[in-house]
Nanobody
Framework: QVQFVEAGGGLVQPGGSLRLSCAASGFTFNNYVMYWYHQAPGKERELVASISESGVNTAYADSVKGRFTISRDNAKKTVYLQMNTLKPDDTGVYYC??????????WGQGSQVTVSS
């Protein structure tokens, strides 16, 4: 079955960096667009970044453009989110995601990121 194992969250000061990873199993990873979502405390989950099957095409929410970079390693079946110049508003839980051909969502377990001095 589809499984994601996320890693890399933590506590960081404003202006700092973190790198999240999401290792996938149970499906043909390189056939799927991958996504990262962010859920701030008390708010709905929002799309942060996406990456095409080959990794050539990426897209970002305006709030993270120029600061976050999504990438993937299809050989390792892993997607990454490099987060730089972090702000307190970036605090929350980050989830990796894939959607199957029926539109069903598969989610990682979530990685807590806290940006605070």
């Amino acid at each position: 079955q589809v499984q994601f194992v996320e890693a890399g969250g933590g506590l960081v000061q404003p202006g700092g960096s973190l790198r999240l990873s999401c290792a996938a199993s149970g499906f043909t990873f390189n056939n799927y667009v991958m996504y990262w979502y962010h859920q701030a405390p008390g708010k709905e989950r929002e799309l942060v970044a996406s990456i095409s099957e080959s990794g050539v095409n990426t897209a970002y929410a305006d709030s993270v453009k120029g600061r976050f970079t999504i990438s993937r390693d299809n050989a390792k079946k892993t997607v990454y989110l490099q987060m730089n110049t972090l702000k307190p508003d970036d605090t929350g839980v980050y989830y990796c995601n894939a959607k199957d051909e029926f539109g069903h969502d598969y989610w990682g377990q979530g990685s807590q990121v806290t940006v605070s001095s």
